[in-house]
Nanobody
Framework: VQLVESGGGLVQAGGSLRLSCAASGGTFSRYGMAWLRQAPGKEREFVAGIWLAGIATNYGDSVKGRFTISRDNAKNTVYLQMNSLKPEDTAVYYC??????????????WGQGTLVTVSS
């Protein structure tokens, strides 16, 4: 499975961005999909995940109520709508795909990452 992220960029605090992750080379609907991020000098952080054709979702505490993950299995794409962005959301955002469910998902496939920078 190949994953390609897009949609990152520079935005002011309080603004919005939508990230996209296009998948190819596998049966997209079978995979749990997630967004994770890594800021400079910090550990990688789980942002949001989506399973079971979109029925089940989960979010990291720091983004709950601001970010929304969704997927379009017909387009083999997963999205991350990010609203009310804060400077602390600045990071490289990675799309990941894997088998399993929830916290037990084994993310075996990763995109190259897209940089999101939120200015204060």
């Amino acid at each position: 499975v190949q994953l390609v992220e897009s949609g990152g960029g520079l935005v002011q605090a309080g603004g919005s961005l939508r990230l996209s992750c296009a998948a190819s080379g596998g049966t997209f609907s079978r995979y749990g999909m997630a967004w994770l991020r890594q800021a400079p000098g910090k550990e990688r952080e789980f942002v949001a995940g989506i399973w079971l054709a979109g029925i089940a979702t989960n979010y990291g505490d720091s983004v709950k109520g601001r970010f929304t993950i969704s997927r379009d299995n017909a387009k083999n794409t997963v999205y991350l709508q990010m609203n009310s962005l804060k400077p602390e959301d600045t990071a490289v955002y990675y799309c990941a795909a894997g088998s399993g469910y929830g916290s037990k998902t084994n993310y075996g496939y990763w995109g190259q990452g897209t940089l999101v920078t939120v200015s204060s």
